[in-house]
């Protein structure tokens, strides 16, 4: 049997969430698909927060932006005094404003052999970063 592509339910544009003047939260936002995510949410007309541990790359990419549209927090998605921090920072400065979403892009990465395992405790901090163990603070 065959699908028929038109047998599927159609969005509307009204389905879809409004971008243009809301507030969206991206972590991991300074590097990666969390980058490219910020870049497109501010040519769509949002208020983006940047959340990334990298403060260099974070302020750069603040400033090349312009801090209208844009605010960058320091923030470790596994720890909730980051997190709450940053919901904080991003409220006095947008709190009219309506929140969009949040777009969570924040992990970190190894380089390593596949077959091979990691450490255990290298295991637990890829997870914990990832929110794959429950511990990511969004």
Not at 78 to 87: K, M, P
Request: aromatic share 6%; net charge negative.
């Amino acid at each position: 049997s065959t699908l028929d592509p038109h047998s599927f339910p159609t969005r509307r544009s009204s389905d879809l969430p409004r971008i243009p003047g809301n507030v969206f939260y991206v972590t991991g936002g300074a590097s990666g698909l969390g980058l490219a995510t910020v870049h497109h949410l501010v040519s769509l007309n949002a208020f983006v927060a940047i959340l990334d541990m990298s403060t260099e790359a974070g302020e750069a990419l603040e400033q090349e932006l312009g801090s209208e549209r844009t605010t960058f927090v320091r923030c470790d998605v596994r720890s909730e005094e980051d997190v709450v921090e940053a919901i904080r920072v991003v409220d006095l400065k947008w709190g009219t404003k309506a929140v969009g979403g949040v777009v969570h892009c924040g992990g970190i990465g190894m380089a390593g052999k596949v077959c091979a395992s990691p450490p255990l405790s290298k295991a637990r901090e890829l997870m914990s970063a990832d929110g794959w163990a429950g511990r990511s603070a969004f």
